[in-house]
């Protein structure tokens, strides 16, 4: 449930910069050294909001094994605590990645 | 197993526990009254068992209609250790531990709502 | 009525009873050594307290109020004290029949019930405080 939300946003933000300047988020310098650098930068963002979904969903599970009675507090503080600060800085990154692509697109050619 | 929605879980949680409360709070009342059994709440696995398919379902109006004690079941525990001649089951060192419990798992409750509840709000917020 | 303020309305209830217990304590206490002012009287005759419980119908907890106040049959202690007043023909005085001891004791179990009673109303207002505290710094 909670997990889906930081997925939705992020995954929305990545695919449309992609999809409406391809090769936009391709890195310029890094690719031409090829494949051995691994990865552009819009899978950067895609691992970044993966794990971002992880943590949530990690938190939610660790909330609900807490609410049903058996959980040790400070876990369920520690995973809800790094949920949120994961959370904050995909919504930076967000904000970041939508303001840079206006940014762009206003640019004349 | 259906995906269980966190809020709603906390929301049945929170009922339980304020049941559980006032369980705690006849049984210190009545600590000397001759005859008065200690009385506790099911556990709260067996609430959840027993209500698995309603809790998915999102009931507005449902709790509302339900009396102080929200569907629970308040029953005379089995009194352990000795049985006074009063027949008066109550241990007041028991009583208490138990509300510290409740106070617990209350405060880790609220503190789980509000957590999420601002998550929720920080993604709409821009 | 919710079960919080159910809780509440039951130590209330639990604070009273207890309040009556210390009262009667107190009294006997008061009147450990009240004797008869006539010759072969009877002395104070010690009191005691019984409670009994009483399912709330609003709010579904058993609240504890007094059954009743009467007096401890058992019998008078005698003391040779010719001088006193209430001395009959042989010089004994029929004394109350309350022990300091017992007293005391009780007095101390009516303490620790009160607190416990105490906490239970501290513990429910905070349960309800925090509730409403959700809904706060948004």
Redesign the interface.
């Known amino acids: 449930?909670?997990g889906g939300?930081?997925a939705i946003?992020f995954k929305t933000a990545v695919d449309g910069a992609e999809s409406a300047s391809p090769g936009l988020l391709q890195g310029g310098v890094g690719t031409q050294a090829g494949e051995s650098v691994g990865s552009t930068f819009a899978e950067v963002l895609g691992q970044a909001a993966t794990k971002t979904v992880n943590t949530?969903q990690g938190a939610?599970q660790m909330?609900?094994q807490?609410?049903?009675?058996d959980a040790d507090?400070r876990q369920?503080?520690d995973a809800?605590l790094s949920?949120?600060q994961a959370?904050?800085t995909t919504?930076a990154i967000r904000?970041k990645v939508v303001s840079a692509y206006l940014e762009i697109s206003r640019m004349s050619i | 197993m259906e995906?269980?929605?966190?809020f709603d879980?906390?929301t049945r949680?929170s009922q339980w526990l304020a049941v559980r409360q006032s369980a705690i709070a006849s049984n210190i009342a009545n600590a000397n009254t001759p005859g008065y059994p200690a009385n506790d709440v099911e556990p709260?696995?067996k609430v959840?068992d027993r209500t698995a398919v309603t809790l998915a379902a999102t009931q507005t109006g449902h709790l509302g209609a339900e009396t102080a004690n929200a569907g629970f079941n308040v029953k005379p525990e089995d009194p352990n250790g000795a049985i006074m001649p009063s027949k008066n089951t109550v241990v007041l060192e028991q009583e208490l531990m138990k509300a510290g419990e409740v106070r617990?798992?209350f405060e880790?409750?609220t503190?789980?709502v509000k957590?999420?509840h601002?998550?929720?709000t920080?993604?709409v917020k821009? | 009525m919710d079960a919080l303020t159910a809780a509440l309305k039951v130590a209330a209830s639990g604070l009273g009873a207890q309040s009556e217990r210390l009262r009667v304590v107190s009294e006997n206490l008061a009147n450990a050594q009240s004797t008869g002012s006539t010759p072969g009287a009877d002395p104070y005759r010690r009191k005691t307290i019984t409670f009994q419980s009483e399912v709330d119908r609003a709010s579904g907890g058993s609240l504890v109020e007094v059954n009743s106040i009467s007096r401890d049959p058992s019998d008078f202690p005698i003391e040779f004290q010719p001088g006193n007043e209430a001395a009959d023909a042989k010089g004994y005085v029929k004394m109350p029949n309350v022990n300091t001891l017992v007293e005391m004791a009780d007095m101390s179990e009516a303490n620790r019930s009160y607190e416990a009673n105490l906490q239970v109303i501290k513990q429910a207002r905070d349960l309800i405080s925090m509730t409403i505290d959700l809904m706060r710094n948004q």
Do not use: H
């Open positions: 449930m909670i939300i930081g946003q949530l939610e909330s609900i807490a609410l049903k009675g507090t369920v503080v809800v949920a949120q959370l904050q919504i904000d | 995906p269980v929605n966190l879980l906390a949680q709260f696995e959840l617990r798992s880790l409750n503190a789980i957590a999420f601002s998550m929720m920080m993604v821009s």
